[in-house]
């Protein structure tokens, strides 16, 4: 005789076999990305209504016989795990394996895909050298010296790929925008002699005359074009809002200007008069427009005075590719340096980007500004692989943002890579984190002197990897020592809804000297996810952390060292000691609390010194620090007797 169940136990056996089919994971898609010497992997997952699903990396260079273990995959969001891999050979391929674990269940528990990482860019040699010069004209076709062109605008209409257009020492007063690509094989390169200069400010204006005595120190004329730029042979002027605040130069030195879509007025600290000034007005709001185009090189110019609107940038990448903005000298324009909106693959490296006057302002009213500017924006609709290196970085009120606002066209994640930069004087951020940003990886970068590290409110999707960078003497800032602004290594706050993604801290250094400062701040208001910290150094006059954001922590390892008791300050609760710490929070259970002792900081060597309590003392982190020597890794962003990132930032 057939049993049947009971219709109640029928139906929650029907109830659990379809939760159990929820929450069984599928391992639906596997992409892999590759830059110069760092890659990523995006591991698409349905199902796993629960989000209790893991996926572990493990990663090979084609041919070789061992895999090896990467950083666990990290979930972004119900249906995305992001990884990446570090210090890889450029021009390799890497066969790439993830295995996604479920309690509930996996279909294609294992998915394999190729990371490639690109080859450097090919040394150029020209089929074709178009040449400019100060005194060519543009009637000739500029085919040898002799034949030069007058203008840069003139050598980018004849140049086809394969071309370099060569300029010679000069000021070039234009914005040159640029009519067709080179190929992959066969770039168009702009390279400028020693003192080739590219100028956005007008000729007359810097001649020196017709400027009216308007009382009260303040000089005035008419320029006959718009402008949100003056410059002057002390450095920037503040851009006022009105006549009357020009008159009070609130700012300070060493002066300022108001436009008012006529007339220009002028007004110096010292004192003086339009006519004892060097003045620079912009004209022009960009040097190069790279618009839609791809293969292109712009290299050893000076990039100086773009501003005839508020956005006036030195280098416009719009919706560019394959594009190379190298060793250039770009500075005091109004925006930004290098603005890249939308694009693949560009690089910009090797360039100082810079500006003056900002890092002695008022942070309120730069902020509220044209003058809150950056050294390289990323924006909209960005792309994937763009890659910014080896740049010094300068006395912008920003230095580097390099994260757009919507995810890539073509992918999920935008594979951005920032490493080797020197980035110090900034008002604000020193790298500004923030927007769209899923797999950005900030490595081995050098900062000083600036209000913030790292702004990362909101980072959105995420993960954001900050990987060996170190930071010294945060807070040294106008902002902070005269408008009391709190200076952090990690800045989370923010007003906008976008949760900030999980952000990665692994073995970085983050001390300073100035009083009061604390090592690390997480204030509201924000939404928040995660933070995992591992082998940093966090040290401060004041206390080495203080948390008022309900963003959650996940922290070990670390090394925190305060000069001011509390050592840390969790919500409203203090904590005089690690020990206390450990027991109240649950944080930091292999952590230390002690000066580092770190070779001569103050040079840019953040090395242990020798008997530095750091050495050995970290954790092992698979895909991070893998050829970390001695018994164990040590504590922050330099391993003891490791030569490569020893040197310092003089």
């Known amino acids: 005789m057939r049993h049947r169940l009971p219709l109640s136990v029928a139906a929650a056996c029907l109830c659990a076999a379809s939760a159990q089919a929820q929450n069984a994971a599928n391992f639906s898609a596997l992409d892999g990305y590759g830059n110069f010497v760092a890659g990523g992997v995006v591991a698409t997952v349905t199902g796993d209504a629960n989000g209790n699903a893991s996926a572990q990396l493990e990663w090979r260079a084609q041919g070789a016989p061992v895999w090896r273990a990467g950083h666990p995959l990290v979930r972004v969001d119900a249906t995305h795990f992001l990884g990446s891999l570090f210090w890889l050979v450029t021009g390799q391929a890497y066969d790439v394996r993830v295995t996604l674990a479920d309690p509930d269940g996996v279909t294609t528990p294992v998915r394999s895909t190729v990371v490639a990482t690109r080859a450097e860019p090919a040394t150029f040699a020209p089929t074709r050298t178009l040449y400019v010069s100060p005194g060519g004209d543009d009637s000739r076709d500029g085919s040898s010296p002799a034949q030069a062109v007058q ?73 006959g074009f718009s402008t949100a730029l003056v410059v002057s042979d002390q450095g920037r002027l503040f851009p006022y809002a009105s006549a009357a605040d020009l008159a009070a130069l609130s700012s ?43 293969h292109v090189r712009i290299e050893n110019l000076e990039i100086r005075h773009y501003g005839g609107d508020e956005y006036g940038k030195g280098v416009y990448l719009r919706y560019a590719s394959d594009t190379i903005v190298r060793g250039n000298a770009i500075h005091e324009n109004a925006a930004t340096g290098v603005w890249l909106k939308g694009g693949d693959r560009n690089l910009i490296e090797r360039n100082t980007i810079g500006d003056s006057s900002i890092f002695g302002w008022p942070w309120a009213a730069t902020h509220d500004s044209s003058a809150q500017n950056n050294a390289v924006y990323f924006t909209n609709d960005l792309g994937r692989g763009n890659v910014i290196r080896y740049n010094t970085v300068h006395d912008t009120y920003d230095g580097l943002h390099p994260c757009g606002d919507s995810a890539p066209a073509s992918g999920f994640s935008n594979e951005t890579d920032v490493y080797g930069n020197t980035i110090y004087r900034h008002n604000d951020d020193a790298i500004e984190a923030e927007g769209y940003c899923a797999n950005v990886r900030i490595w081995g970068n050098r900062i000083h002197d600036s209000l913030m590290a790292f702004a990362v409110a909101p980072a959105g999707t995420g993960p954001v990897w900050i990987v060996r960078n170190t930071a010294w003497n945060l807070g040294s800032t106008h902002s902070a020592l005269v408008d009391g602004y709190t200076s952090s290594a990690i800045k989370i706050n923010s007003d906008y809804p976008t949760p900030v993604g999980p952000l990665l801290l692994y073995h970085n250094s983050f001390a300073t000297t100035v009083p009061g400062t604390d090592a690390v701040v997480l204030f509201d208001p924000g939404v928040t996810t995660t933070l995992r910290s591992r082998n940093n150094v966090y040290s401060a006059p004041g206390h080495a952390l203080r948390k008022i954001n309900t963003i959650a922590l996940d922290l070990d390892y670390d090394d925190l060292d305060a000069g001011t008791a509390p050592l840390v300050r969790w919500y409203s609760n203090s904590y005089a000691t690690l020990a206390a710490f450990q027991l109240g929070v649950g944080q930091e259970l292999h952590g230390l609390a002690t000066p580092p002792a770190l070779a001569d900081p103050a040079h840019g060597n953040f090395m242990p010194a020798s008997g530095s309590a750091l050495v050995d003392r970290g954790l092992p982190l698979p895909g991070i620090n893998d050829e970390a020597v001695g018994a164990a890794p040590d504590i922050g962003a330099v391993e003891y007797a490791d030569l490569i990132f020893a040197d310092g930032f003089d």
Do not use: M
Request: charged letters at 15%; aromatic letters at 8%.
């Open 151 to 223: 203008t840069i605008q003139r050598g980018a209409n004849l140049a086809q790929p394969g071309d370099l257009v060569w300029i010679a020492a000069g000021v070039y007063r234009e914005s040159v925008s640029l009519p067709r690509s080179g190929t992959p094989t066969q770039p168009i390169v702009f390279r400028g002699a020693p003192g080739a200069i590219l100028d956005g400010a007008d000729a007359g204006i810097a001649a020196g005359a017709g400027w009216t005595n308007a009382g009260n120190g303040v000089w005035s004329r008419a320029t």
């Open 252 to 294: 300070g030195a060493p002066g300022g200007f108001f436009f008012d879509g006529t007339t220009l007025s002028v007004k110096f600290s010292d004192g003086s008069t339009a006519a004892q000034r060097h003045l620079d007005v912009a004209r022009l709001a960009a040097g190069f427009v790279v618009d839609g185009l791809h």
